[in-house]
């Protein structure tokens, strides 16, 4: 899986590239408006991550540029104004996700892996890890064909794993995830344990193998 | 007082003590006139009385004849022998009127001159009825009431057409000035006057304005771009904790660390998307409106909270319709904050209560005691001790509502502390 990270900022690239390359994405870099532009128009990709604010150009060009070249390039919107109307505008560009900064890598992980999979298997979007089965689209787990009934949090929580196989996931970025914009308002993460308790006890009750590990008191991990 | 009332009144006071002053002086002056005239009118009647007598030629008998049908005839003169010639005088006298009593009291002024006859002192009292003072003073005070009564009128004419005309780029300065709102940071466009001195104060408001307004957007432009320059290294700092745990060979004591700092850079994020949302209030967006009923969207978020309000006991009352005007987005977010709010100082098992109305949101929590009500909505001035919020959340409310001309309460009843916005 190709991503083009759009990104003038080279640290947070970097930290960028070293989490997706362990994902088995191949990344490349463009650092300003002009590389950008370059890059789409040459190659295509499975995910574009694009910083809107560029040196040379807005990023809602790239957009404009890659609906008038017809090119099926998922894109990610990674912004630092968190602007209702950018993210408006963008979508209506055929932007697939807007991202606000800062963000957790594993949720940028998990946003990447929803976008290609919607991209790649638009019908029949179906998720296979041995014994388990997920299908993105009816919201269903199914583990040794055996429907298993998972609460909405519990559903998100399994699929942000599997977006971050063998990953180490912070608390702090699973209750972002789970709780959006509200994430910000919560100083408290103690209800992430509750949630990953019972979708373990699901999981091993259906006979799936222990796949969600617990580590070092504070981080999860989905290994495999 | 109003600014026109005033020169009115020292007019009036002046007027009043100049008319009252000229009393007194008016009554000096006709009365002084009056009695010259009476004299000359008393000495021309004693001087042709006295030739007219002395061209007769009487004898004595006759005289004597003469002078007692004459004081018979004329009461108001006199004539009658004297004891000896004296120079002439005058006096002025108040005599009940003998003729018609209804009358009263008559002013009387009289001349008494001295002369002989063959040899003889007569005296001779001509007396003329003369204007009491008493009548005079009151004609004059009547008319002087008259006058000032004409002129305050006039005064007050003449101030409402003065006020109407000359006043009129003053006031209508002092009503635009009054409509002025800095958050909408628009230049006031002031009417052109002829006059030197609104001219000179327009244009100095308007100076006064700019460079209010100036330096108003620079400083929420300030905070706008320092908000957005922070989060690209706050996502740095965040994506390096997030390859940290990654790291082989962690400890249990390192990632309690990680997981520390992941959640103090949580909360400097959690502030500065706050700082940046109250600038962008301010700053005049989100001006999308709809018209919606406040139950859905307090449904939507309370779900997404279920998990922070389950360890509390809940009253919830949703059933009545509540529909107001607004942004949805920033309905939702003084929603949250208050709910947020209410949730983070609410203690275990503890009590809230949230209850619409048709007109109003009521929201309470327990709590053990009063929080400073002047410091509540103010930025970071956490009102109880030992908040781990934002500090903004309450201020960013407290800005919704001021731009829907909402109304936001706290008390503190029954060991309940108590929001409540009306709409």
């Known amino acids: 899986m190709k991503v083009l990270i759009i990104e003038d900022e080279p640290e947070l690239a970097k930290d960028m590239i070293s989490y997706l390359s362990d994902q088995n994405y191949l990344c490349e870099l463009a650092v300003d408006f002009q590389e950008a532009l370059d890059k789409i128009r040459f190659y295509t990709y499975d995910c574009i991550l694009l910083d809107l604010m560029l040196p040379g150009g807005s990023g809602m060009k790239i957009l404009d540029e890659l609906k008038a070249e017809h090119k099926e390039d998922g894109v990610i919107i990674i912004s630092a104004k968190n602007s209702l109307e950018d993210k408006i505008t963008g979508l209506q560009l055929g932007a697939d996700d807007y991202l606000a900064k800062p963000f957790h890598l594993p949720e940028l992980a998990a946003r990447i892996y929803s976008v290609i999979r919607r991209r790649h298997f638009g019908n029949s979007n179906v998720i296979e890890q041995n014994e388990v089965k997920i299908d993105l689209l009816a919201k269903t787990v199914t583990v040794k064909d055996e429907k298993v009934i998972l609460t909405k949090k519990e559903f998100n929580m399994l699929v942000f794993f599997i977006g971050n196989k063998n990953k180490v996931i912070s608390k702090s970025a699973l209750a972002e995830h789970l709780s959006g914009d509200l994430a910000d308002m919560l100083d408290n993460h103690d209800f992430i344990y509750a949630h990953i308790k019972n979708l373990k006890k699901k999981l091993q009750e259906a006979g799936a193998g222990n796949y969600l590990k617990t580590l070092y008191g504070n981080g999860y991990k989905w290994e495999i | 007082m109003k600014l026109l009332d005033k020169p009115l009144k020292a007019f009036a006071s002046y007027a009043l003590i100049v008319l009252a002053c000229s009393i007194p002086v008016y009554f000096l002056i006709i009365d002084k006139i009056w009695v010259h005239e009476i ?37 108001e003169t006199k004539l009658q022998p004297a004891e000896k ?36 002192p007569y005296s001779l009292t001509v007396e003329t009825n003369i204007e009491e003072s008493y009548e005079t003073i009151a004609a004059i005070t009547a008319i002087t009431v008259l006058f000032f009564i004409v002129l305050l009128v006039g005064f007050i004419k003449l101030n409402k057409r003065i006020s ?40 100095s408001i308007n100076k006064l304005i700019e460079s209010n307004v100036a330096v108003f957007r620079q400083q929420k432009e300030f905070t706008e771009n320092a908000s957005h320059e922070l989060q690209t ?16 060979g962690i400890t249990d004591k390192q990632s309690t660390i990680i997981e520390e700092t992941n959640n103090a850079l949580s909360r400097i994020s959690r502030i500065n998307k706050n700082l940046l949302l109250l600038a962008k209030i301010e700053n005049q967006q989100f001006l999308e409106k709809e018209r919606l009923n406040i139950a859905e969207p307090l449904k939507e978020i309370l779900e997404l909270l279920s998990d922070m309000l389950e360890d509390k006991s809940l009253q919830i009352d949703l059933h009545r319709e509540c529909f107001v005007e607004g942004n949805r987005i920033l309905i939702e977010i003084m929603l949250t904050n208050l709910l947020v709010n209410c949730i983070r100082h609410t203690a275990l098992e503890a009590q809230i209560n949230i209850e619409l109305k048709e007109d109003r949101l009521i929201i309470s929590n327990t709590g053990s005691s009063t929080l400073k009500t002047e410091k509540l909505f103010k930025r970071f001035s956490a009102a109880a001790i030992q908040t781990p919020g934002s500090g903004l959340g309450l201020s960013i409310v407290k800005e919704i509502c001021k731009r829907y001309n909402w109304d936001i309460q706290y008390d503190y009843v029954n060991n309940l502390h108590t929001f409540t916005v009306k709409f």
Request: charged share 25%; aromatic share 10%.
């Open chain 2, 164 to 203: 109407a005309k000359l006043w009129m780029p003053f006031y209508q300065t002092l009503e635009k000035i009054k409509a002025f709102d800095l958050n909408q940071q628009e230049a006031i466009p002031f009417e052109k006057s002829d006059i030197n001195e609104f001219e000179v104060m327009n244009t």
């Open chain 2, 85 to 120: 010639l004296k120079p002439d005088s005058t006096y002025n006298v108040y005599r009940e009127n003998t003729y018609m009593p209804d009358k009263g009291y008559d002013r009387y002024h009289g001349l008494v001159t001295y002369f002989d006859i063959s040899g003889k």
């Open chain 2, 39 to 75: 004299n000359e009118h008393n000495l021309i009647v004693a001087e042709s009385t006295k030739k007219n007598l002395l061209k007769l030629n009487l004898n004595d008998e006759q005289l004597a004849e003469a002078v007692k049908l004459w004081n018979s005839l004329q009461p």
């Open chain 2, 233 to 248: 290294p706050l996502a740095v700092v965040q994506g390096k904790l997030d390859l940290l745990i990654q790291t082989d």
